[in-house]
Protein backbone atom coordinates (compact mmCIF):
# COMPACT_ATOMS: atom_id res chain seq x y z
CA UNK A 1 0.00 0.00 0.00
CA UNK A 2 0.58 3.34 -0.46
CA UNK A 3 0.13 6.02 2.26
CA UNK A 4 -0.32 8.51 -0.16
CA UNK A 5 -3.60 6.27 -1.48
CA UNK A 6 -4.38 4.81 1.92
CA UNK A 7 -7.10 5.76 4.25
CA UNK A 8 -5.29 6.56 7.34
CA UNK A 9 -7.04 9.43 8.59
CA UNK A 10 -4.32 10.60 11.31
CA UNK A 11 -5.05 13.53 13.99
CA UNK A 12 -4.05 15.54 16.56
CA UNK A 13 -7.56 15.71 18.10
CA UNK A 14 -9.05 13.44 21.74
CA UNK A 15 -12.09 12.61 21.16
CA UNK A 16 -14.37 14.19 23.73
CA UNK A 17 -14.82 10.84 26.35
CA UNK A 18 -11.96 9.28 26.04
CA UNK A 19 -10.03 8.59 29.03
CA UNK A 20 -8.08 5.44 28.01
CA UNK A 21 -4.58 5.81 25.87
CA UNK A 22 -6.12 2.71 24.31
CA UNK A 23 -9.00 4.56 23.21
CA UNK A 24 -7.24 7.90 22.13
CA UNK A 25 -4.54 6.31 19.95
CA UNK A 26 -6.36 4.06 18.01
CA UNK A 27 -8.47 6.46 17.26
CA UNK A 28 -5.46 9.23 17.00
CA UNK A 29 -4.10 6.92 14.57
CA UNK A 30 -6.90 6.23 12.47
CA UNK A 31 -7.63 2.52 13.41
CA UNK A 32 -11.28 3.44 14.32
CA UNK A 33 -13.90 6.03 14.26
CA UNK A 34 -16.64 6.72 16.81
CA UNK A 35 -19.84 6.47 15.87
CA UNK A 36 -22.34 6.74 18.54
CA UNK A 37 -22.09 5.71 22.47
CA UNK A 38 -20.53 2.37 22.50
CA UNK A 39 -20.40 2.09 18.63
CA UNK A 40 -17.31 2.01 16.23
CA UNK A 41 -16.20 2.43 12.09
CA UNK A 42 -13.47 0.15 11.83
CA UNK A 43 -10.90 1.98 8.89
CA UNK A 44 -8.91 -0.01 7.24
CA UNK A 45 -5.89 -0.20 9.68
CA UNK A 46 -8.20 -1.74 11.96
CA UNK A 47 -9.82 -3.95 10.38
CA UNK A 48 -6.47 -5.17 9.38
CA UNK A 49 -5.51 -5.79 13.08
CA UNK A 50 -8.44 -6.88 13.91
CA UNK A 51 -8.77 -9.95 10.97
CA UNK A 52 -5.04 -10.79 12.38
CA UNK A 53 -6.50 -11.04 16.34
CA UNK A 54 -9.14 -12.93 14.69
CA UNK A 55 -7.20 -15.34 12.35
CA UNK A 56 -4.68 -16.05 15.38
CA UNK A 57 -7.99 -17.04 17.23
CA UNK A 58 -9.47 -18.94 14.68
CA UNK A 59 -5.69 -20.79 13.43
CA UNK A 60 -5.42 -22.16 17.65
CA UNK A 61 -9.57 -23.22 17.98
CA UNK A 62 -9.27 -25.02 14.61
CA UNK A 63 -6.16 -26.69 15.95
CA UNK A 64 -7.79 -28.28 19.08
CA UNK A 65 -10.70 -29.19 17.12
CA UNK A 66 -13.15 -26.73 17.04
CA UNK A 67 -15.24 -25.78 14.11
CA UNK A 68 -16.72 -22.70 13.32
CA UNK A 69 -20.19 -21.69 12.55
CA UNK A 70 -21.81 -18.72 12.04
CA UNK A 71 -25.61 -17.87 13.22
CA UNK A 72 -28.03 -15.55 12.35
CA UNK A 73 -27.28 -12.31 14.51
CA UNK A 74 -31.20 -11.80 15.00
CA UNK A 75 -32.51 -14.13 17.65
CA UNK A 76 -36.17 -15.02 18.36
CA UNK A 77 -36.90 -13.59 21.81
CA UNK A 78 -38.89 -16.98 21.99
CA UNK A 79 -35.94 -18.82 22.64
CA UNK A 80 -34.55 -16.28 25.50
CA UNK A 81 -38.19 -16.84 26.85
CA UNK A 82 -37.43 -21.00 26.76
CA UNK A 83 -34.11 -20.57 28.97
CA UNK A 84 -35.71 -18.13 30.86
CA UNK A 85 -32.79 -15.07 30.71
CA UNK A 86 -35.00 -12.77 28.94
CA UNK A 87 -35.54 -11.05 32.67
CA UNK A 88 -31.88 -11.91 33.94
CA UNK A 89 -30.26 -10.20 31.08
CA UNK A 90 -32.62 -7.26 31.47
CA UNK A 91 -31.72 -4.23 29.55
CA UNK A 92 -28.55 -5.10 27.96
CA UNK A 93 -31.14 -7.02 25.52
CA UNK A 94 -31.93 -4.84 23.26
CA UNK A 95 -35.07 -6.41 22.06
CA UNK A 96 -37.35 -5.03 18.62
CA UNK A 97 -40.18 -6.46 16.74
CA UNK A 98 -40.60 -7.08 12.90
CA UNK A 99 -43.13 -5.85 10.69
CA UNK A 100 -45.24 -8.94 11.54
CA UNK A 101 -45.02 -8.40 15.26
CA UNK A 102 -42.68 -11.26 16.62
CA UNK A 103 -40.52 -9.95 19.24
CA UNK A 104 -36.52 -10.79 18.61
CA UNK A 105 -33.24 -9.75 20.19
CA UNK A 106 -29.80 -9.13 19.25
CA UNK A 107 -27.69 -11.34 20.51
CA UNK A 108 -25.60 -10.45 23.23
CA UNK A 109 -24.38 -14.35 23.49
CA UNK A 110 -25.44 -17.26 21.86
CA UNK A 111 -26.16 -19.59 24.19
CA UNK A 112 -29.78 -20.26 23.27
CA UNK A 113 -29.11 -19.65 19.38
CA UNK A 114 -26.66 -23.03 19.59
CA UNK A 115 -28.27 -25.43 21.81
CA UNK A 116 -31.01 -25.02 19.30
CA UNK A 117 -29.34 -25.51 16.41
CA UNK A 118 -28.01 -29.09 17.47
CA UNK A 119 -30.77 -30.34 19.58
CA UNK A 120 -32.92 -33.09 17.79
CA UNK A 121 -29.70 -33.20 15.43
CA UNK A 122 -27.37 -34.31 17.79
CA UNK A 123 -29.47 -37.55 19.20
CA UNK A 124 -26.64 -40.31 20.81
CA UNK A 125 -23.52 -40.23 22.86
CA UNK A 126 -21.95 -41.81 19.62
CA UNK A 127 -22.23 -38.45 17.84
CA UNK A 128 -20.11 -36.10 20.94
CA UNK A 129 -18.44 -34.10 21.59
CA UNK A 130 -18.70 -31.41 20.00
CA UNK A 131 -17.31 -28.13 19.81
CA UNK A 132 -18.72 -25.33 17.64
CA UNK A 133 -17.82 -21.50 17.81
CA UNK A 134 -18.07 -18.60 16.05
CA UNK A 135 -16.62 -15.15 15.42
CA UNK A 136 -19.13 -12.35 15.13
CA UNK A 137 -20.77 -9.40 16.04
CA UNK A 138 -22.77 -9.15 19.35
CA UNK A 139 -25.00 -6.08 20.65
CA UNK A 140 -25.13 -5.57 24.71
CA UNK A 141 -27.25 -2.10 25.26
CA UNK A 142 -24.25 -1.57 28.57
CA UNK A 143 -25.63 0.60 30.73
CA UNK A 144 -21.98 2.37 30.75
CA UNK A 145 -20.66 1.88 27.14
CA UNK A 146 -16.89 3.17 27.66
CA UNK A 147 -13.06 3.29 27.06
CA UNK A 148 -13.61 2.59 23.26
CA UNK A 149 -13.38 -0.65 21.98
CA UNK A 150 -13.24 -1.96 26.02
CA UNK A 151 -16.97 -1.50 26.47
CA UNK A 152 -18.71 -1.15 23.35
CA UNK A 153 -22.43 -1.31 22.77
CA UNK A 154 -21.43 -4.08 19.61
CA UNK A 155 -18.73 -5.55 18.95
CA UNK A 156 -16.87 -8.54 18.15
CA UNK A 157 -16.52 -12.03 20.06
CA UNK A 158 -15.84 -15.55 19.70
CA UNK A 159 -18.14 -17.74 21.39
CA UNK A 160 -17.81 -21.12 21.46
CA UNK A 161 -19.88 -24.31 22.85
CA UNK A 162 -19.11 -27.64 23.02
CA UNK A 163 -21.57 -30.74 24.22
CA UNK A 164 -20.58 -33.99 26.09
CA UNK A 165 -22.37 -37.11 26.91
CA UNK A 166 -20.95 -36.39 30.66
CA UNK A 167 -19.37 -34.00 33.56
CA UNK A 168 -15.69 -35.79 32.86
CA UNK A 169 -16.08 -34.90 29.13
CA UNK A 170 -16.75 -31.24 29.46
CA UNK A 171 -14.24 -30.60 32.08
CA UNK A 172 -12.09 -32.39 30.05
CA UNK A 173 -12.67 -29.89 26.75
CA UNK A 174 -12.47 -27.23 29.30
CA UNK A 175 -9.21 -27.88 30.35
CA UNK A 176 -8.07 -27.93 26.55
CA UNK A 177 -10.00 -24.47 25.75
CA UNK A 178 -8.18 -22.99 28.56
CA UNK A 179 -4.35 -24.32 27.34
CA UNK A 180 -5.68 -23.13 23.58
CA UNK A 181 -6.94 -19.72 24.96
CA UNK A 182 -3.31 -19.62 26.62
CA UNK A 183 -1.62 -19.87 23.25
CA UNK A 184 -3.61 -17.23 21.61
CA UNK A 185 -2.92 -14.59 24.14
CA UNK A 186 0.60 -15.69 24.08
CA UNK A 187 0.94 -15.41 20.55
CA UNK A 188 -0.69 -12.06 21.05
CA UNK A 189 2.40 -10.70 23.54
CA UNK A 190 0.09 -10.28 26.49
CA UNK A 191 0.90 -10.28 29.60
CA UNK A 192 -2.06 -12.35 31.15
CA UNK A 193 -3.16 -14.19 34.19
CA UNK A 194 -5.92 -16.82 34.31
CA UNK A 195 -8.26 -16.58 37.28
CA UNK A 196 -11.37 -17.83 39.16
CA UNK A 197 -13.95 -15.87 38.17
CA UNK A 198 -17.85 -15.72 39.08
CA UNK A 199 -20.27 -17.23 36.37
CA UNK A 200 -22.64 -13.67 36.08
CA UNK A 201 -25.76 -13.80 34.11
CA UNK A 202 -24.62 -16.89 32.24
CA UNK A 203 -24.71 -19.15 34.93
CA UNK A 204 -23.33 -22.83 35.61
CA UNK A 205 -20.51 -23.72 38.07
CA UNK A 206 -16.64 -23.65 37.55
CA UNK A 207 -15.12 -20.24 35.19
CA UNK A 208 -12.32 -19.10 35.02
CA UNK A 209 -11.53 -15.13 33.38
CA UNK A 210 -8.37 -14.60 30.97
CA UNK A 211 -7.10 -10.62 32.16
CA UNK A 212 -4.69 -8.76 30.59
CA UNK A 213 -2.86 -6.93 33.64
CA UNK A 214 -3.35 -3.45 33.03
CA UNK A 215 -3.55 -0.83 35.50
CA UNK A 216 -6.57 0.85 33.29
CA UNK A 217 -8.59 -2.67 34.03
CA UNK A 218 -11.77 -2.31 35.15
CA UNK A 219 -11.29 -5.44 37.12
CA UNK A 220 -9.87 -6.14 40.51
CA UNK A 221 -7.80 -9.65 40.79
CA UNK A 222 -6.56 -11.04 43.77
CA UNK A 223 -3.14 -13.01 43.14
CA UNK A 224 -1.04 -14.65 45.18
CA UNK A 225 2.43 -13.18 45.78
CA UNK A 226 4.02 -17.31 46.09
CA UNK A 227 1.82 -19.64 44.50
CA UNK A 228 -0.46 -19.26 41.21
CA UNK A 229 -3.47 -18.65 42.85
CA UNK A 230 -5.57 -15.91 41.22
CA UNK A 231 -9.32 -14.66 41.03
CA UNK A 232 -11.25 -11.84 40.23
CA UNK A 233 -12.11 -10.37 43.65
CA UNK A 234 -15.98 -11.11 43.07
CA UNK A 235 -14.89 -14.59 43.85
CA UNK A 236 -11.50 -14.23 45.26
CA UNK A 237 -11.47 -16.76 48.70
CA UNK A 238 -8.63 -16.25 51.66
CA UNK A 239 -7.70 -18.38 54.59
CA UNK A 240 -10.30 -17.61 56.69
CA UNK A 241 -9.12 -15.00 60.07
CA UNK A 242 -8.75 -16.98 63.25
CA UNK A 243 -8.58 -14.39 65.12
CA UNK A 244 -8.71 -10.63 65.79
CA UNK A 245 -5.04 -10.21 64.68
CA UNK A 246 -5.12 -13.50 62.19
CA UNK A 247 -1.66 -14.67 64.24
CA UNK A 248 -1.90 -17.22 67.00
CA UNK A 249 0.38 -15.78 68.99
CA UNK A 250 -1.56 -12.52 69.30
CA UNK A 251 -4.48 -14.66 70.25
CA UNK A 252 -6.36 -12.33 73.09
CA UNK A 253 -8.82 -14.21 74.76
CA UNK A 254 -11.60 -12.11 75.43
CA UNK A 255 -14.62 -12.77 77.74
CA UNK A 256 -18.27 -10.96 77.84
CA UNK A 257 -21.39 -12.40 79.39
CA UNK A 258 -24.70 -12.10 76.94
CA UNK A 259 -25.96 -8.49 78.22
CA UNK A 260 -28.21 -5.49 76.41
CA UNK A 261 -25.79 -2.42 76.49
CA UNK A 262 -26.68 0.90 75.86
CA UNK A 263 -24.93 2.67 73.20
CA UNK A 264 -26.52 5.89 73.15
CA UNK A 265 -25.56 7.43 69.54
CA UNK A 266 -23.18 4.47 69.27
CA UNK A 267 -23.49 3.66 65.23
CA UNK A 268 -20.28 3.10 63.15
CA UNK A 269 -17.90 0.27 63.97
CA UNK A 270 -15.54 2.89 64.77
CA UNK A 271 -17.66 4.35 67.48
CA UNK A 272 -18.38 0.90 68.91
CA UNK A 273 -14.61 -0.10 69.00
CA UNK A 274 -13.94 3.21 71.15
CA UNK A 275 -16.61 2.57 72.95
CA UNK A 276 -16.25 -1.08 74.37
CA UNK A 277 -12.79 -0.64 73.98
CA UNK A 278 -12.56 -3.48 72.11
CA UNK A 279 -11.36 -4.58 68.55
CA UNK A 280 -13.54 -4.62 65.46
CA UNK A 281 -13.47 -8.15 65.21
CA UNK A 282 -15.82 -8.58 68.07
CA UNK A 283 -17.82 -6.57 66.12
CA UNK A 284 -20.75 -7.66 63.54
CA UNK A 285 -21.33 -5.31 61.19
CA UNK A 286 -24.63 -4.96 58.95
CA UNK A 287 -24.37 -4.02 55.32
CA UNK A 288 -28.03 -3.03 54.25
CA UNK A 289 -29.44 -2.93 50.90
CA UNK A 290 -31.86 -2.86 49.04
CA UNK A 291 -32.24 -6.28 46.57
CA UNK A 292 -34.12 -6.26 43.00
CA UNK A 293 -35.51 -9.08 41.59
CA UNK A 294 -37.21 -9.44 38.56
CA UNK A 295 -40.86 -8.27 39.95
CA UNK A 296 -39.89 -7.50 43.58
CA UNK A 297 -37.84 -5.94 46.14
CA UNK A 298 -36.49 -7.07 49.64
CA UNK A 299 -34.50 -5.50 52.10
CA UNK A 300 -31.10 -7.82 52.55
CA UNK A 301 -28.95 -7.41 55.79
CA UNK A 302 -25.15 -8.50 55.23
CA UNK A 303 -23.35 -9.66 58.25
CA UNK A 304 -19.54 -9.42 58.78
CA UNK A 305 -16.92 -8.88 61.15
CA UNK A 306 -16.33 -5.21 61.71
CA UNK A 307 -13.17 -5.30 59.82
CA UNK A 308 -14.57 -6.79 57.11
CA UNK A 309 -16.30 -5.52 53.56
CA UNK A 310 -18.76 -6.98 51.72
CA UNK A 311 -17.99 -8.00 48.33
CA UNK A 312 -21.41 -7.47 46.44
CA UNK A 313 -21.13 -10.06 43.89
CA UNK A 314 -20.62 -12.68 46.33
CA UNK A 315 -23.94 -11.07 48.39
CA UNK A 316 -25.85 -10.79 45.07
CA UNK A 317 -25.19 -14.24 44.34
CA UNK A 318 -25.80 -15.69 47.72
CA UNK A 319 -29.67 -14.29 47.82
CA UNK A 320 -29.49 -14.66 43.40
CA UNK A 321 -30.95 -11.01 43.47
CA UNK A 322 -30.54 -9.18 39.94
CA UNK A 323 -28.82 -6.09 41.58
CA UNK A 324 -28.24 -4.42 44.71
CA UNK A 325 -28.76 -0.70 45.52
CA UNK A 326 -28.82 1.25 48.63
CA UNK A 327 -31.96 1.74 50.48
CA UNK A 328 -33.63 5.07 51.29
CA UNK A 329 -34.01 5.78 55.09
CA UNK A 330 -38.00 5.68 54.48
CA UNK A 331 -37.53 2.23 53.17
CA UNK A 332 -35.69 0.77 56.33
CA UNK A 333 -38.23 2.03 58.79
CA UNK A 334 -40.86 1.07 56.98
CA UNK A 335 -39.69 -2.50 57.54
CA UNK A 336 -38.68 -1.71 60.94
CA UNK A 337 -35.00 -1.35 60.64
CA UNK A 338 -32.97 1.48 62.92
CA UNK A 339 -29.65 2.28 61.22
CA UNK A 340 -26.86 2.11 63.10
CA UNK A 341 -28.39 -0.31 65.95
CA UNK A 342 -29.20 -3.42 63.35
CA UNK A 343 -28.02 -6.47 64.70
CA UNK A 344 -28.09 -10.54 64.35
CA UNK A 345 -30.58 -11.09 67.12
CA UNK A 346 -34.53 -9.44 67.68
CA UNK A 347 -34.74 -8.27 63.80
CA UNK A 348 -38.43 -7.51 62.97
CA UNK A 349 -40.41 -10.51 61.75
CA UNK A 350 -40.64 -8.79 58.54
CA UNK A 351 -40.88 -11.72 55.06
CA UNK A 352 -39.36 -8.73 53.42
CA UNK A 353 -36.01 -8.69 55.44
CA UNK A 354 -33.51 -11.56 54.30
CA UNK A 355 -30.07 -12.13 56.66
CA UNK A 356 -27.05 -13.73 55.54
CA UNK A 357 -23.95 -14.06 57.41
CA UNK A 358 -20.68 -14.67 56.23
CA UNK A 359 -19.05 -17.67 56.84
CA UNK A 360 -16.10 -16.79 58.71
CA UNK A 361 -18.76 -15.59 61.39
CA UNK A 362 -20.18 -19.43 61.74
CA UNK A 363 -20.12 -19.86 65.85
CA UNK A 364 -18.22 -16.93 66.42
CA UNK A 365 -18.43 -15.51 70.02
CA UNK A 366 -18.27 -13.31 71.60
CA UNK A 367 -20.06 -10.85 69.11
CA UNK A 368 -21.69 -7.45 69.91
CA UNK A 369 -24.51 -6.43 67.40
CA UNK A 370 -26.92 -3.84 67.29
CA UNK A 371 -29.90 -4.89 69.57
CA UNK A 372 -32.51 -3.25 66.73
CA UNK A 373 -33.42 -1.10 69.29
CA UNK A 374 -32.84 2.61 68.78
CA UNK A 375 -29.64 3.06 71.28
CA UNK A 376 -28.80 -0.44 72.27
CA UNK A 377 -26.30 -3.56 71.36
CA UNK A 378 -26.00 -6.85 72.41
CA UNK A 379 -22.91 -7.86 73.93
CA UNK A 380 -21.46 -11.56 73.96
CA UNK A 381 -23.59 -12.77 71.52
CA UNK A 382 -22.80 -16.63 70.53
CA UNK A 383 -23.35 -17.50 67.10
CA UNK A 384 -23.66 -21.04 68.01
CA UNK A 385 -26.81 -21.06 69.27
CA UNK A 386 -28.48 -19.53 66.06
CA UNK A 387 -31.24 -21.29 64.47
CA UNK A 388 -30.45 -24.29 62.23
CA UNK A 389 -31.79 -23.00 59.27
CA UNK A 390 -29.66 -19.44 59.36
CA UNK A 391 -28.68 -18.70 55.69
CA UNK A 392 -24.56 -18.72 56.09
CA UNK A 393 -22.34 -17.51 52.71
CA UNK A 394 -19.32 -16.72 51.83
CA UNK A 395 -19.24 -12.28 51.75
CA UNK A 396 -16.15 -11.10 52.50
CA UNK A 397 -14.28 -9.26 50.19
CA UNK A 398 -10.67 -10.23 50.39
CA UNK A 399 -8.05 -7.46 51.02
CA UNK A 400 -4.24 -7.37 49.77
CA UNK A 401 -2.56 -8.78 53.25
CA UNK A 402 -4.93 -12.13 53.82
CA UNK A 403 -3.76 -15.52 53.29
CA UNK A 404 -3.97 -17.35 50.47
CA UNK A 405 -6.45 -19.73 50.20
CA UNK A 406 -4.43 -22.67 48.04
CA UNK A 407 -0.71 -22.82 49.17
CA UNK A 408 -1.63 -21.22 52.69
CA UNK A 409 1.64 -19.43 52.59
CA UNK A 410 2.09 -16.79 50.29
CA UNK A 411 -0.22 -13.22 50.78
CA UNK A 412 -2.95 -12.01 48.27
CA UNK A 413 -2.40 -8.48 46.19
CA UNK A 414 -4.27 -6.77 44.26
CA UNK A 415 -3.48 -5.90 40.66
CA UNK A 416 -5.74 -4.25 37.57
CA UNK A 417 -6.78 -6.54 34.72
CA UNK A 418 -8.92 -5.81 31.40
CA UNK A 419 -10.97 -9.53 30.75
CA UNK A 420 -10.24 -10.81 27.23
CA UNK A 421 -11.30 -14.48 27.80
CA UNK A 422 -14.01 -15.96 29.93
CA UNK A 423 -14.96 -19.95 29.99
CA UNK A 424 -17.48 -21.40 31.88
CA UNK A 425 -18.66 -25.17 32.69
CA UNK A 426 -22.07 -24.55 32.18
CA UNK A 427 -23.32 -28.02 32.71
CA UNK A 428 -26.98 -28.81 31.85
CA UNK A 429 -28.33 -25.11 32.62
CA UNK A 430 -29.72 -24.51 28.52
CA UNK A 431 -29.37 -28.25 27.59
CA UNK A 432 -32.63 -28.79 29.86
CA UNK A 433 -34.87 -25.71 29.74
CA UNK A 434 -34.31 -26.41 25.69
CA UNK A 435 -34.47 -30.03 25.66
CA UNK A 436 -31.28 -30.46 24.24
CA UNK A 437 -30.99 -34.71 24.79
CA UNK A 438 -29.23 -37.81 23.66
CA UNK A 439 -29.54 -40.98 24.05
CA UNK A 440 -26.62 -42.38 26.44
CA UNK A 441 -24.54 -45.58 26.32
CA UNK A 442 -27.62 -47.17 28.77
CA UNK A 443 -30.46 -45.83 25.90
CA UNK A 444 -31.10 -43.36 28.98
CA UNK A 445 -32.61 -39.76 27.40
CA UNK A 446 -30.13 -37.48 29.42
CA UNK A 447 -29.37 -33.43 28.60
CA UNK A 448 -26.26 -32.65 26.95
CA UNK A 449 -23.53 -31.23 29.41
CA UNK A 450 -21.86 -27.94 28.09
CA UNK A 451 -19.56 -26.00 28.42
CA UNK A 452 -19.04 -22.30 26.68
CA UNK A 453 -16.03 -20.04 26.14
CA UNK A 454 -15.79 -16.57 25.25
CA UNK A 455 -12.79 -14.12 23.52
CA UNK A 456 -13.04 -10.14 23.41
CA UNK A 457 -11.77 -10.34 20.15
CA UNK A 458 -12.47 -6.45 19.58
CA UNK A 459 -11.50 -5.54 23.27
CA UNK A 460 -8.19 -7.31 23.11
CA UNK A 461 -7.17 -4.56 20.00
CA UNK A 462 -7.69 -2.39 22.93
CA UNK A 463 -6.16 -3.95 25.43
CA UNK A 464 -3.09 -4.94 23.63
CA UNK A 465 -3.00 -0.87 22.63
CA UNK A 466 -2.98 -0.62 26.47
CA UNK A 467 -0.47 -2.97 27.44
CA UNK A 468 1.92 -1.65 24.26
CA UNK A 469 2.31 2.27 23.95
CA UNK A 470 4.11 4.88 24.52
CA UNK A 471 3.88 8.72 24.35
CA UNK A 472 4.41 9.08 21.20
CA UNK A 473 1.88 6.48 20.50
CA UNK A 474 1.04 2.67 19.53
CA UNK A 475 3.90 0.07 19.49
CA UNK A 476 2.43 -2.55 17.74
CA UNK A 477 3.19 -6.43 18.53
CA UNK A 478 4.36 -7.90 15.05
CA UNK A 479 1.69 -10.12 14.64
CA UNK A 480 -1.27 -7.76 14.19
CA UNK A 481 0.66 -4.91 13.10
CA UNK A 482 -1.56 -3.79 9.66
CA UNK A 483 1.68 -3.37 8.01
CA UNK A 484 4.70 -4.39 9.57
CA UNK A 485 7.37 -2.52 7.53
CA UNK A 486 7.12 1.62 6.76
CA UNK A 487 9.45 2.89 4.09
CA UNK A 488 9.57 6.19 4.55
CA UNK A 489 11.02 8.34 1.96
CA UNK A 490 12.66 11.30 3.41
CA UNK A 491 12.06 13.62 0.39
CA UNK A 492 10.06 12.41 -2.64
CA UNK A 493 11.71 15.04 -4.49
CA UNK A 494 15.03 13.96 -4.47
CA UNK A 495 14.77 11.35 -7.20
CA UNK A 496 17.52 8.56 -5.98
CA UNK A 497 15.58 8.49 -2.67
CA UNK A 498 12.19 7.90 -4.19
CA UNK A 499 13.83 5.29 -6.68
CA UNK A 500 15.61 3.33 -3.93
CA UNK A 501 11.94 3.29 -1.54
CA UNK A 502 10.11 2.22 -4.99
CA UNK A 503 12.95 -0.85 -5.90
CA UNK A 504 12.76 -1.80 -1.84
CA UNK A 505 8.63 -1.17 -1.79
CA UNK A 506 8.28 -3.70 -4.57
CA UNK A 507 11.05 -5.84 -3.44
CA UNK A 508 9.45 -6.63 -0.29
CA UNK A 509 5.80 -7.09 -2.14
CA UNK A 510 7.30 -9.79 -4.23
CA UNK A 511 8.54 -11.67 -0.86
CA UNK A 512 4.77 -11.26 0.37
CA UNK A 513 5.67 -8.96 3.34
CA UNK A 514 2.70 -6.45 4.69
CA UNK A 515 4.25 -2.91 3.32
CA UNK A 516 3.56 0.40 3.66
CA UNK A 517 5.25 3.13 1.41
CA UNK A 518 5.30 6.72 2.72
CA UNK A 519 5.47 8.22 -0.39
CA UNK A 520 3.27 11.84 0.23
CA UNK A 521 4.90 14.84 0.08
CA UNK A 522 4.72 16.35 3.25
CA UNK A 523 8.05 16.72 5.61
CA UNK A 524 9.85 13.97 7.45
CA UNK A 525 9.07 15.13 10.83
CA UNK A 526 4.84 15.24 9.87
CA UNK A 527 6.05 11.14 8.12
CA UNK A 528 7.91 10.23 11.31
CA UNK A 529 5.13 11.24 13.80
CA UNK A 530 2.84 9.24 12.25
CA UNK A 531 4.64 6.17 11.65
CA UNK A 532 5.18 6.54 15.61
CA UNK A 533 1.97 7.12 16.42
CA UNK A 534 0.18 4.12 14.15
CA UNK A 535 3.39 2.04 15.98
CA UNK A 536 4.32 0.42 12.82
CA UNK A 537 6.81 -2.01 14.08
CA UNK A 538 9.86 -1.37 11.61
CA UNK A 539 10.32 1.41 9.76
CA UNK A 540 13.35 2.24 7.35
CA UNK A 541 14.08 5.94 6.63
CA UNK A 542 15.52 6.62 3.39
CA UNK A 543 17.26 10.10 3.92
CA UNK A 544 20.50 12.00 2.98
CA UNK A 545 22.43 9.11 4.35
CA UNK A 546 21.89 7.39 1.13
CA UNK A 547 24.89 8.64 -1.08
CA UNK A 548 27.11 7.22 1.39
CA UNK A 549 24.93 4.12 0.76
CA UNK A 550 23.15 4.10 4.35
CA UNK A 551 19.87 3.89 5.40
CA UNK A 552 18.25 3.90 9.08
CA UNK A 553 16.26 1.06 10.40
CA UNK A 554 13.63 2.92 13.24
CA UNK A 555 12.80 -0.61 15.63
CA UNK A 556 9.36 0.89 16.94
CA UNK A 557 9.79 -1.27 20.03
CA UNK A 558 12.64 0.30 21.38
CA UNK A 559 12.79 3.18 19.47
CA UNK A 560 16.49 2.52 18.44
CA UNK A 561 17.33 3.91 15.11
CA UNK A 562 20.27 1.58 13.44
CA UNK A 563 22.03 3.01 10.44
CA UNK A 564 22.78 -0.35 7.81
CA UNK A 565 24.00 -0.33 4.37
CA UNK A 566 21.33 0.54 1.64
CA UNK A 567 22.73 -3.03 0.06
CA UNK A 568 21.77 -4.73 3.03
CA UNK A 569 18.73 -3.77 3.83
CA UNK A 570 16.43 -5.96 2.29
CA UNK A 571 17.88 -8.91 3.95
CA UNK A 572 17.77 -7.35 7.04
CA UNK A 573 14.15 -7.06 6.85
CA UNK A 574 13.74 -10.28 5.74
CA UNK A 575 15.07 -11.42 8.70
CA UNK A 576 13.61 -9.44 11.26
CA UNK A 577 9.72 -10.24 10.18
CA UNK A 578 10.23 -14.04 9.24
P1 LIG B 1 -17.70 -7.77 31.43
O1 LIG B 1 -17.64 -8.25 32.83
O2 LIG B 1 -16.47 -7.06 30.98
O3 LIG B 1 -18.96 -7.05 31.10
P2 LIG B 1 -18.87 -10.23 30.62
O4 LIG B 1 -18.59 -11.09 31.77
O5 LIG B 1 -20.19 -9.61 30.47
O6 LIG B 1 -17.74 -9.09 30.53
P3 LIG B 1 -18.88 -12.46 28.78
O7 LIG B 1 -20.35 -12.56 28.74
O8 LIG B 1 -18.11 -13.50 29.47
O9 LIG B 1 -18.47 -11.01 29.29
O10 LIG B 1 -18.35 -12.28 27.28
C1 LIG B 1 -17.16 -12.88 26.78
C2 LIG B 1 -16.11 -11.83 26.44
O11 LIG B 1 -16.62 -10.81 25.59
C3 LIG B 1 -15.59 -11.09 27.65
O12 LIG B 1 -14.57 -11.83 28.26
C4 LIG B 1 -15.09 -9.79 27.05
O13 LIG B 1 -13.75 -9.93 26.63
C5 LIG B 1 -15.98 -9.57 25.86
N1 LIG B 1 -16.98 -8.53 26.13
C6 LIG B 1 -18.05 -8.59 26.95
N2 LIG B 1 -18.74 -7.45 26.94
C7 LIG B 1 -18.10 -6.62 26.07
C8 LIG B 1 -18.33 -5.29 25.62
N3 LIG B 1 -19.37 -4.59 26.05
N4 LIG B 1 -17.46 -4.75 24.72
C9 LIG B 1 -16.40 -5.47 24.25
N5 LIG B 1 -16.14 -6.73 24.65
C10 LIG B 1 -16.97 -7.31 25.54
MG1 LIG C 1 -20.85 -7.71 30.80
Given amino acids: MRFSRAYIPTSKEIPNDAVLQSHILLTRAGYIKGVASGLYNFLPLGKKSLDKIRTIVKEELDHSGCQEVDLSFVTPAELWEESGRIAKFGKELLRFRDRKEALFVLGPTHEEMMVALVRHQLNSYKQLPQNLYQIKTKFRDEARPRFGLMRGREFVMKDGYSFHENENDMKREFYLMQETYKKIFNRLGLDFRVVEADSGAIGGSGS??????ANSGEDTLAICNSCDYGANIETAKRQPHRNQNNHDELNVEVEMDFAKFKTPNIKTIEELSKFFHISDWFIAKAVVKKAIYENSSKIAIFFVRGGDEVEEKKAINSINALELIDPTPEELLNVGLIAGFIGLLNLPKNPNI???????????????????ELDYHYIGVSLEELPEKTHFADLIRVKEGDICPICNKGSLIYKRGIEVGHIFQLGTKYSEPLGATFLDRDGKSQPMVMGTYGI??????????EQSHDQNGIIMPLAIAPYKINILISNIKNSDELNFGEKLYSDLIAKNIEVILDDRNERFGFKIRDAELIGFPYTIIIGKGLINSKVELLNRKNNIKEEINSELILNKVLELVE
Avoid at 208 to 213: A, G, L, Q, S
Avoid at 358 to 372: F, H, R, S, V
Fill in 208 to 213: REFMVI
Fill in 354 to 372: IKVIDLELQNAKPIITGAN
Fill in 456 to 465: GVSRLLSAIV
